[in-house]
């Protein structure tokens, strides 16, 4: 059974709500030279009617910020006069079973009965709560006994499958959203990103007041072979301020203690790549450091290539591909990958068993697996490698499928059903298109990643045929500068649209 003390310590706020100021999350993030604040946090909502019992979870990568979200949020309803007992935190690492889970949450209800205001909304974070097998059954038993009425429960942990696995044991007790259930805190996007470098450009971007809604219209104009106004504007204000931005961006990633760590010392050291490393390392399996090499450098060699199983196999010493596909997908649960499957111009779908590419979901876990077998320091070696314009062209297609993965997560008609999957593709016949964005009805458009200063237009030959092959009447090419509209796709400057996506 849990002490008192233990929760009076993990919940300093109940002695005195200033106290969440001396927490030590929020202090680094205060102490951070960029000023960062997720924007999943302002989409999580958290009041609903009083018979609505409600359960969030939330996965990422390892030291992605996950923890400082939740000292954030608590920090917002602190400062926004809610009962200091309403909150309750606690770090799930040292729990072993899920009676222990039971036994900490009880505990909280128990203790804070007398001083909780039972006509307001209460919110429990359980933070790493991935750490406990069957943590679920704790949460069910909990809901079931009527002990969590009047509660918004936000549960947390880095290993995706199973956080995913347990929130699937709790049908019919997750209570009713409007949004999804299961949440994802992945590292700063690029608009993220350039926001916190420029203030003038966040200004600009903020006044445009870009939403889901908004989204969505740019990418019907692009479809219909139109350039709205506001990539105009961006392409003569902000393009060389915007494509530094991704220069550093395809150099650092979006992870907020890399780019902290390269601002103020113009570098990032080994020991914090080594650091990241060891992270994903615990949720990937793998703790042969020569299997790590292997494979990691296979998956950043083979890097927006199409590969299947197979050939992924023969640059490894893995016995059989199901063992590959093990370790693909475990990397792609703890999103450090995606994978990208073929579309089928004539089903609509993911053709599963033709190869795939996989693409690392920030540049800075490209250049982590990239440089594993590099004698140079890993920030001088990333540095030498996007020197070459062939190499920030891969970096670059890797940047933009992780975040047209984005764009048609915010972009979807329902987010609670939503699977890249059905929406995110490439395209091959005798020719290759990068990407194919997909939605039923709505959107069927070939993407071309050319991340270069002159394009050749003899090089858009895969374009053509998939608009030939589809229903599709445009296509988008993204450049390094060049802003046109041609006979058959919109062109536009990869920096300017990812600043809006």
């Known amino acids: 059974m849990i002490s008192t003390p233990a929760l009076r310590q993990a919940n300093p706020w109940w002695r005195s709500a200033e106290l969440i100021d001396a927490d030590e999350k929020i202090k680094m993030c205060e102490a951070a030279t960029i000023s960062y604040d997720p924007e999943l946090r302002h989409q999580i909502e958290y009041d609903f009617e009083p018979d609505n019992t409600v359960v969030y979870t939330m996965r990422g990568p390892r030291q992605v910020g996950k923890t400082t979200m939740i000292k954030l949020q608590i920090r917002d309803f602190l400062k926004g006069d809610a009962n200091p007992w309403n909150i309750f935190y606690y770090s799930f690492d040292l729990a072993g079973t899920p009676q222990d889970v039971a036994d900490i949450i009880s505990g909280y209800l128990k203790m804070s009965a007398a001083y909780r205001n039972m006509e307001e909304r209460t919110y429990l974070f359980l933070d790493e709560i991935t750490s406990v097998d069957d943590w679920q059954k704790a949460v069910k038993f909990l809901i079931d006994g009527a002990q ?86 961006l392409s003569v204000g902000f393009v060389d301020v915007l494509n530094h931005c991704l220069d550093e961006y395809m150099l650092t990633g979006g992870l907020p203690k890399i780019v902290d760590e390269k601002i103020v010392h113009n570098f990032v050291a080994d020991p914090t790549y080594k650091g990241y490393l060891d992270s994903i390392k615990a949720d990937w399996g793998l703790h042969s450091a020569d299997m790590v090499r292997q494979f990691g450098s296979a998956l950043a060699t083979s890097m927006g290539s199409a590969v299947s199983w197979s050939s992924l196999l023969k640059q490894t010493d893995f016995g059989s591909w199901s063992t590959v596909q093990k370790y693909v997908y475990l990397l792609n649960d703890a999103s450090v990958i995606h994978i990208v499957h073929m579309f089928g111009e004539k089903s609509k779908q993911a053709c599963f068993r033709k190869e795939k590419k996989i693409y690392f979901t920030d540049p800075f876990y490209y250049n982590l697996f990239n440089n594993l077998y590099k004698t140079k320091d890993w920030f001088m070696a990333s540095e030498e490698f996007l020197m070459e314009e062939k190499n920030a062209g891969k970096i670059a297609e890797c940047v933009a499928a992780d975040h047209l993965a984005r764009l048609m997560y915010d972009t979807a008609d329902s987010r609670m059903m939503f699977d890249k999957n059905n929406h995110l593709f490439y395209w091959k016949d005798k020719q290759e298109v990068d990407f194919v964005l997909y939605r039923e009805g709505q959107l069927e458009l070939p993407v071309e990643i050319k991340y270069r200063n002159k394009i050749s237009y003899r090089e858009l030959g895969g374009l053509a045929r998939f608009l030939d092959a589809t229903s599709s009447e445009s296509g988008l090419v993204l450049s390094k500068d060049t802003l046109e509209v041609r006979r058959d796709y919109a062109v536009i400057p990869l920096a300017v649209f990812l600043a809006l996506v």
């Open 148 to 233: 969590l009425k009047h509660c918004t429960i936000l549960a947390t942990g880095s290993q995706a499958a199973s956080i995913l696995r347990a929130a699937e044991r709790l049908p019919g007790r997750r209570g009713h959203v409007a949004d999804s259930y299961d949440k994802i805190l992945k590292p700063m996007s690029f608009f993220e990103f350039a926001r916190v470098r420029n203030s003038e450009l966040a200004e600009f971007i903020k006044n445009k007041n870009m939403d889901a809604g908004c989204k969505k219209d740019i990418l019907a104009d692009i479809a219909a072979k139109q350039i709205p106004d506001v990539i105009h504007e």
